[in-house]
């Protein structure tokens, strides 16, 4: 499976982007998804999951109010809405098909960055 992640981009503190998360060579909708987070010089952090059929969602702390996570099956795509962007929203984004009900990862697609100026 290869996991495509783009929206990611240069904006100002306040604005907003859509990540989106693109799958192909396997069929996203018997899994749930997540959203993670690597700033520079700090370790990766999960910051969001959605369940298979997209009832359920989860997230981190720092980013609730601020971030929907959402999936669309039929296009097999997860998306990442970001709001009110903050500096330190700065990093690189990936998305993530995750084992089972907990935070492991089985396969991590590859990020895009997302850069936030104050």
């Known amino acids: 499976v290869q996991l495509q992640a783009s929206g990611g981009g240069l904006v100002q503190a306040g604005g907003s982007l859509r990540l989106s998360c693109a799958a192909s060579?396997?069929?996203?909708?018997?899994?749930?998804m997540g959203w993670f987070r690597q700033a520079p010089g700090k370790d990766r952090e999960f910051v969001a999951s959605?369940?298979?059929?997209?009832?359920?969602?989860y997230y981190v702390d720092s980013v609730k109010g601020r971030f929907t996570i959402s999936r669309d099956n039929a296009k097999n795509t997860v998306y990442l809405q970001i709001n009110s962007l903050k500096p330190e929203d700065t990093a690189v984004y990936y998305c993530?098909?995750?084992?089972?009900?907990?935070?492991?990862?089985?396969?991590w697609g590859q990020g895009t960055l997302v850069t936030v100026s104050s």
């Open positions: 993530a098909i995750l084992r089972g009900n907990s935070r492991q990862v089985d396969y």
């Open positions: 959605i369940s298979v059929s997209g009832g359920s969602t």
């Open positions: 060579g396997r069929t996203l909708s018997s899994y749930r």
